[in-house]
């Protein structure tokens, strides 16, 4: 295997060399590797700075880079797994140069998860994590943490594969991105409650071409009787704008208080908070005594996500602004003009055009459109 040394964070690794010509290079090598998901394992090594788990799990460690930088960047006991010989081989490579004592195994991920148990276990596979949350469900004692890069079917642009997958009906509206991450959270959410367990998310985003989750497992029938009460839909307008909440198993059918029209449930998905902002604090708190390539764009990422209101939707400026037929001033205006109404508002970490709020559509439109 041809092999090319790269450095992320505080920790130098072997790779395979990629065809640059290519439209996806890491998958040219035999191994795969991404360097766009640094940030992806930039703010785990941050998260798991302020968690310090007593283990932890890289169930499908490919390149091994997640969980070489654990072991070597945190300092907890770590075990990469892949069912790839030649990543297995490289993992062990990597982790001999580097000094490490981590457990490197090639087992099928969903058999080493339902055999074993580790305090925080990480799912990253290449694509969809869907076969694999069950067996990690019941893995992690602690800590899930989940990556998902089909995020076309999350999103709803690939309707029939995103309701195979996650037994759900999202749809592409102009806030798919948030569809997405709380459709995943939904998903995962009915996985865990089967076994009486809950979970709390201590810090879930949207970035790019992934989603990803990191959720804090809690124990009893209470705790997954509090989970399942976020599970509901965004009922959306199919004529206008107009979008709300339900929460719930069956949506019931409503109509349109703005145009009539019947409204369209989007879900089942997951209502409740994304993120939990004492944890926030804390990673903020630690980004400056970890070395993280993404460390500027973390930043904001961190102090977005604290500012960012839990409703499950955004409006679009924009597209507000052209439904209406006017130019929409600063998007920061528009927010400022709604709190000093008295509603809240903020804005997403996925989008630079997007408004969430509790303030009524009609009172968005007249603030955007100047009245």
Excluded at 286 to 306: F, N, W
Excluded at 336 to 348: E, F, K, W
Excluded at 360 to 367: A, I, M, Q, S
């Amino acid at each position: 295997m041809d092999v090319v040394e790269v450095t992320e964070g505080r920790t130098s690794f072997l790779v395979p060399r990629q065809d640059p010509r290519l439209q996806f290079p890491p998958g040219s090598g035999p191994v795969f590797y991404n360097s766009r998901m640094e940030l992806n394992r930039d703010a785990t090594i941050l998260l798991l700075s302020v968690l310090r788990p007593e283990s932890y799990l890289d169930a499908m460690g490919a390149s091994g880079v997640r969980g070489l930088r654990v072991a070597h960047e945190v300092g907890i006991p770590v075990t990469i797994n892949d069912r790839s010989e030649m990543a297995a081989d490289l993992a062990r490579r990597n982790v001999e140069a580097l000094g490490l004592a981590v457990e490197v195994t090639r087992e099928d991920a969903n058999a080493l998860m339902s055999e074993r148990r580790f305090d925080t276990v990480d799912l990253d596979p290449f694509g969809t994590p869907a076969p694999f949350v069950d067996a990690a469900a019941r893995s992690a004692a602690r800590h899930l943490f989940v990556t998902a890069t089909d995020t076309a079917p999350l999103c709803g642009a690939h309707l029939k594969a995103g309701m195979r997958r996650y037994f759900s009906r999202p749809r592409n509206t102009e806030y798919h991105a948030e569809v997405g991450l709380r459709t995943l959270l939904g998903f995962v959410a009915r996985e865990v409650i089967k076994y009486d367990r809950g979970f709390e998310p201590l810090f879930c985003y949207a970035h790019e071409h992934f989603h990803r989750l990191h959720l804090r497992i809690r124990y009893g029938a209470a705790a997954a009787d509090r989970t399942l009460a976020r599970i509901g839909y965004v009922m959306q307008c199919g004529d206008c704008l107009y979008r709300s909440e339900r929460t719930g198993m069956l949506p019931e059918p409503e109509k349109c208080p703005l145009c009539g029209a019947d409204l369209v449930p989007v879900g089942p998905l997951w209502t409740g908070r994304i993120n939990d902002n004492a944890t926030l604090a804390l990673m903020q708190e630690a980004l400056p005594g970890i070395t993280a390539g993404a460390g500027p764009r973390i930043a904001r990422l961190l102090e977005t996500c604290r500012q960012e209101l839990e409703t499950s939707s955004h409006y679009d400026y924009h597209v507000i602004a052209k439904a209406l037929r006017v130019s929409p001033g600063g998007i920061e205006s528009v927010i400022g003009q709604l709190q000093a109404l008295g509603y809240r508002a903020s804005r997403a970490h996925y989008s630079g055009t997007a408004i969430k709020t509790d303030a009524p559509l009609p009172v968005l439109e007249e603030v955007i459109s100047g009245g």
